[in-house]
């Protein structure tokens, strides 16, 4: 009898032990919702307090680094305008937005508390006007187009005609590397044909003929006889040139007596 009392009294015990923890725990977690509560009524008063007060009103926008496009096309691509609260703004959604603009190569934009946009825009560079199909496109050193040329928002640059994008590269590094005859800031068009590779250098009025098979080399004595041309005193006297690998010809101009 007196083993039934001891066995019931220890079971007592493990149960008003396991009472008071089950009630420390429940009032633990009571404490923390209402905390947790009380935080989300703070967060949520001061988010409409934000998004609502005039202290953050979007007053400016900043945009830098937009040569081709203009600040007015920009704005209106992105849908924001002063007036608007600054943390309304989503400014992923408009960095993802702006990058799919074949113009924008990168873009970086933030919040300027309390009242100001900042908008950082790296651009494609457009190197040459592309003709192709009867239309005009602007393309990279890459040979990516660009955009189409629209009305009367032309920027002055070389016209090419080819659909070959490794020429259009080659073509590109050795302007850049100042191996053909001409610069890009003399350069009028570039056609790529099937045997030869024309350009005109429209500040001295010369018509490049440079053959496709061995074009590099060809590049490379063009200059040299660019270059000998202008020491010669005869570069304004010559009308056409036709390199082939290592060997130049050069044409007169016709004057009428």
Request: proline fraction near 2%; charged fraction near 25%; charge should be positive.
């Amino acid at each position: 009898m007196s083993k039934n009392i001891y066995k019931n009294e220890k079971l007592s015990i493990k149960t008003s032990n396991l009472l008071i923890r089950v009630i420390k725990y429940v009032f633990l977690y009571s404490l923390i919702i209402i905390f947790l509560f009380i935080i989300s009524i703070i967060l949520i008063k001061g988010y409409i307090y934000i998004t609502t007060t005039n202290l953050f009103e979007l007053k400016k926008i900043d945009i830098k680094g937009n040569n081709y496009l203009s600040k007015k096309y920009i704005l209106k691509y992105i849908g924001i305008k002063n007036g608007m609260n600054i943390f309304d703004i989503n400014l992923l959604e408009i960095k993802n937005k702006l990058k799919k603009n074949k113009w924008i190569r990168d873009v970086s934009i933030r919040r300027v508390i309390p009242y100001k946009i900042e908008i950082d825009i790296t651009e494609r560079q457009p190197q040459f006007i592309l003709k192709k199909y009867g239309r005009l496109y602007y393309i990279d050193k890459y040979g990516d187009i660009i955009s189409n040329v629209e009305g009367n928002r032309i920027i002055s640059m070389p016209i090419l005609s080819s659909d070959d994008l490794i020429y259009n590269k080659k073509i590109y590094y050795l302007l850049k590397e100042n191996v053909l005859p001409v610069s890009f800031n003399a350069l009028g068009w570039i056609h790529i044909g099937d045997l030869y590779v024309k350009f005109f250098d429209y500040k001295n009025k010369i018509l490049w003929i440079l053959d496709k098979n061995c074009f590099e080399e060809s590049a490379h004595t063009s200059k040299i006889i660019f270059r000998k041309l202008v020491d010669t005193g005869d570069i304004s006297k010559i009308e056409r040139v036709i390199v082939i690998g290592d060997m130049g010809w050069a044409k007169f101009k016709q004057y009428k007596k």
